[in-house]
């Protein structure tokens, strides 16, 4: 009846009125939260106080990486002869290191593989993380080379509270999404690397090695560690670092070292392989190429990124 009805709609506006105001007690809290200088790093990224954005322009003059410019585009759709992928036209792919050498090495024939990841933490992957995956789709399908995807369930365990086991169980579920968005299946390797540490020895060897070339010092600058962060946490990002190099991946290139790496990845994750280039030198091996992204805005807006530490922030894959 039109009494219920009255009812309803009165009922929720009392809803949409407890959600605003509850909005701006977010909102608010957030604004007060919000650093003099904004913060990107690989666990967070959020804009200074006053900026209603990421600062790419001053991430790229932090790094020391360079914008991509329609020349690179141009020299990508003349090397593959396919077209430029709408991510690098739009600039949601933004920023590279050294993607030139990797086009001379394939018009050279000589080979490269690509590699990005996924820290599982959640049982599915949101929006936001689909972007370096498309583009990845993207490298493999124009240039027709390996892929390897490492699922960092180890980092999960030792950053978030989360037991060994679910961290685990987590890596194999967001791998489900990853395998659908249809690489190819017989040049793609998607590995945990807690089941991977276990069979293959060269993963581990070359984890030590870069681990005896970094100083805690380097890496607590590099990453803002401290005395009360975990050993684990001060000796991963050599873990990231290692499929960099081709060795980590026997069953794939065998012995050999000389073959390229390029990695697709939000620009977050750069700070890994601004290391991973320091150390490659002087273990013999190419320093590894990098696009980088831009961040998928939290639901919130675009002072933050979409994260899943954060469910209020993204749009997963199964909502």
Same mark, same amino acid.
Request: aromatic share 12%; glycine share 6%; with cysteine.
């Given at each position: 009846?039109?009494?219920?009805?009255?009812?309803?709609?009165?009922?929720?506006?009392?809803?949409?009125?407890?959600?605003?105001?509850?909005?701006?007690?977010?909102?608010?809290?957030?604004?007060?939260?919000?650093?003099?200088?904004?913060? =990107?790093?690989?666990?967070?990224?959020?804009?200074?106080?006053?900026?209603?954005?990421?600062?790419?322009?001053?991430?790229?003059?932090?790094?020391?990486?360079?914008?991509?410019?329609?020349?690179?585009?141009?020299?990508?759709?003349? =090397?593959?002869?396919?077209?430029?992928?709408?991510?690098?036209?739009?600039?949601?792919?933004?920023?590279?290191?050294?993607?030139?050498?990797?086009?001379?090495?394939?018009?050279?024939?000589?080979?490269?593989?690509?590699?990005?990841?996924?820290?599982?933490?959640?049982?599915?992957?949101?929006?936001?993380?689909?972007?370096?995956?498309?583009?990845?789709?993207?490298?493999?399908?124009?240039?027709?080379?390996?892929?390897?995807?490492?699922?960092?369930?180890?980092?999960?365990?030792?950053?978030?509270?989360?037991?060994?086991?679910?961290?685990?169980?987590?890596?194999?579920?967001?791998?489900?999404?990853?395998?659908?968005?249809?690489?190819?299946?017989?040049?793609?390797?998607?590995?945990?690397?807690?089941?991977?540490?276990?069979?293959?020895?060269?993963?581990?060897?070359?984890?030590?090695?870069?681990?005896?070339?970094?100083?805690?010092?380097?890496?607590?600058?590099?990453?803002?560690?401290?005395?009360?962060?975990?050993?684990?946490?001060?000796?991963?990002?050599?873990?990231?670092?290692?499929?960099?190099?081709?060795?980590?991946?026997?069953?794939?290139?065998?012995?050999?070292?000389?073959?390229?790496?390029?990695?697709?990845?939000?620009?977050?994750?750069?700070?890994?392989?601004?290391?991973?280039?320091?150390?490659?030198?002087?273990?013999?091996?190419?320093?590894?190429?990098?696009?980088?992204?831009?961040?998928?805005?939290?639901?919130?807006?675009?002072?933050?990124?979409?994260?899943?530490?954060?469910?209020?922030?993204?749009?997963?894959?199964?909502?």
């Amino acid at each position: 009846s039109s009494s219920v009805a009255r009812l309803l709609l009165s009922s929720k506006a009392v809803e949409l009125e407890m959600a605003t105001e509850e909005q701006k007690k977010v909102d608010v809290c957030q604004a007060q939260e919000r650093p003099k200088e904004q913060i =990107v790093d690989p666990w967070k990224a959020v804009a200074a106080e006053g900026k209603d954005t990421i600062d790419y322009d001053k991430l790229i003059e932090q790094f020391g990486s360079k914008r991509i410019e329609g020349s690179l585009l141009d020299r990508i759709e003349q =090397v593959t002869g396919k077209k430029a992928h709408h991510f690098l036209k739009r600039g949601i792919f933004f920023s590279h290191r050294e993607v030139p050498k990797i086009l001379d090495a394939y018009e050279k024939g000589q080979p490269f593989y690509l590699y990005t990841g996924r820290g599982p933490s959640s049982e599915a992957m949101h929006l936001g993380h689909l972007i370096p995956f498309q583009f990845t789709k993207y490298l493999q399908d124009v240039f027709d080379v390996p892929l390897v995807i490492q699922m960092t369930d180890d980092e999960k365990f030792l950053w978030k509270k989360l037991g060994i086991e679910e961290a685990h169980r987590l890596a194999y579920e967001n791998a489900k999404d990853i395998i659908a968005c249809g690489f190819d299946m017989k040049k793609t390797f998607i590995f945990s690397n807690l089941d991977y540490m276990s069979s293959c020895p060269k993963f581990y060897r070359n984890i030590l090695e870069i681990q005896k070339l970094v100083t805690c010092n380097q890496v607590k600058a590099i990453f803002g560690f401290t005395g009360t962060d975990n050993i684990g946490m001060m000796a991963f990002p050599a873990v990231q670092a290692a499929p960099s190099f081709s060795t980590t991946f026997p069953h794939i290139f065998g012995n050999n070292s000389d073959v390229q790496c390029l990695i697709p990845c939000a620009i977050d994750q750069d700070p890994y392989f601004r290391m991973t280039r320091d150390v490659a030198p002087r273990l013999g091996y190419h320093k590894p190429a990098l696009f980088h992204s831009t961040f998928f805005p939290a639901l919130q807006g675009p002072q933050s990124k979409m994260s899943s530490s954060d469910p209020t922030s993204a749009i997963f894959l199964t909502d």
